[in-house]
């Protein structure tokens, strides 16, 4: 199949993203302006991060001419299912290296019969295997058996010094229209390339949804590799996972019910909802002065 030498001519995404006030009293009553940096709606199947993330690995595997692409993630991986879905629309065959072999066998959950809908060839692997698959000889073994050697490998998360590139022209497109801009963080990769892309006194924070402490060295080092040291203004905000990875408790859901419907758009659970959770507990406390600008970034879709 002849495939386009830029994958932005077929996916057709729809850049800047638009940036929206709302009207909430859990930040107006300290006199904090909330934004909303719809990013959900830059690709209708490759929303928000994962479109900036994926545009410069696919642009890189279709230029080298890969015979297809291989990434890894969880039973509940958006960026499995984007990365699916790039596949399909490209005509380019993918593979997903699946954390936890249990799975096999068992009907897929939502998310996975969507990735195996749009052609991914799903490889359930043990958990062990799956945290040794930067090493060359796992990673070798593990390409092989999702039948995947000599794909383009895009790591978990779609985190990489080229995904930063494009993560940090969502940092370009909100220069000057805010003082802090906050994204949620599963590997670290938005955040990073975030806040190279921001300007002179604006920061970037991060909200991690995973349990662990590990991601203040994970950023700085990606931001190694793609920036040659660190770059921009950026924090991260702990202790709002509310349980781990994928942890919805009644209170979340509740929480993400109500902003969705005094706002007009349905918030995702996972990244989203534990953002602007986080976000209104920082407001609160203190954390935001009077007449902070303060952009939360809406990577995702439910």
């Not at 495939?3 to 001519?9: E, I, M, T, W, Y």
Request: net charge neutral.
């Amino acid at each position: 199949m002849n495939r386009s030498p830029d994958p932005a001519v077929v996916l057709q995404p729809r850049p800047p993203s638009p940036l929206l006030e709302v009207h909430d009293e859990r930040f107006g009553q300290y006199g904090v302006r909330l934004l909303l940096k719809r990013d959900d709606l830059v690709h209708p199947e490759l929303p928000g991060n994962k479109w900036r993330k994926l545009a410069p690995n696919l642009r890189a595997a279709v230029e080298g001419g890969f015979p297809g692409v291989v990434t890894f993630g969880g039973a509940y991986s958006n960026h499995l299912r984007a990365t699916a879905a790039a596949g399909r629309l490209l005509g380019m065959p993918t593979a997903g290296i699946v954390r936890g072999d249990e799975l096999a066998g068992r009907p897929l959950n939502d998310s996975l019969a969507r990735c195996a809908a749009d052609g991914m060839r799903l490889h359930f692997v043990t958990r062990s295997e799956y945290r040794r698959k930067a090493e060359p000889e796992v990673l070798a073994r593990l390409l092989a058996g999702a039948g995947a050697a000599g794909s383009y490998v895009v790591p978990e998360g779609g985190s990489n010094a080229l995904a930063l590139q494009g993560c940090a022209e969502l940092g370009r497109e909100l220069r000057g229209m805010s003082d802090v801009v906050a994204v949620a963080c599963g590997t670290g990769g938005t955040l990073a390339g975030l806040a190279a892309g921001l300007g002179p006194g604006q920061r970037a924070l991060g909200v991690p949804v995973l349990a662990g402490g590990f991601l203040e060295a994970e950023i700085r080092s990606l931001q190694e590799a793609g920036f040659g040291g660190s770059a921009g203004v950026w924090s991260l905000a702990e202790g709002f996972h509310h349980g781990g990875y994928a942890r919805v408790p009644a209170l979340l859901e509740a929480f993400a019910a109500d902003f969705g419907e005094r706002h007009g758009f349905a918030v995702e659970r996972i990244y989203v909802a534990k953002l602007l959770w986080a976000l209104a507990a920082l407001t609160e406390s203190g954390a935001f002065p009077p007449g902070t600008a303060l952009t939360a970034v809406v990577t995702g879709r439910p």
